[in-house]
């Protein structure tokens, strides 16, 4: 049978991807600092997990910058979107996240700027 639900518009993907992490129990465990049945990191682990985010971050710069003003805002609108609502709790690493989200496009415009010698 034919699905015929309308396909969803950019604003409802974006919203249905960001509600998932509320529902997949990742924010829960977040919040209380637990972990189901996962042992503690080593610190290899979290010095390897650190290369990787920070490779991450650059390879995201690198893509933003060749973007279209279009993806740059559409990276702005998903950092506004996380930031605490009205009425709300602001949480520490929500804040921190769309702060630091809102500085990779930033980073990605000036990189932009710069022309090749």
Known sequence: MPDSDPP????ELRQRALSSWDNEGGALAAALGTHADHPDLTNA?????????IALENLMIAVLAEGS??????AREMADYISPRP??????LTVQAAGHMTDLVH?????????PK
């Not at 969803?8 to 604003?11: A, E, S």
């Not at 980073?107 to 022309?115: I, P, S």
């Open 87 to 92: 009425g709300f709790t602001h949480h520490p």
């Open 69 to 74: 003003d279009r993806q740059l805002q559409v």
């Open 45 to 53: 682990e979290l010095v390897q997990l650190r290369i990787r985010v």
């Open 8 to 11: 969803l518009g950019p604003t």
């Open 107 to 115: 980073r990605a415009v000036n990189f932009r700027t710069v022309q």
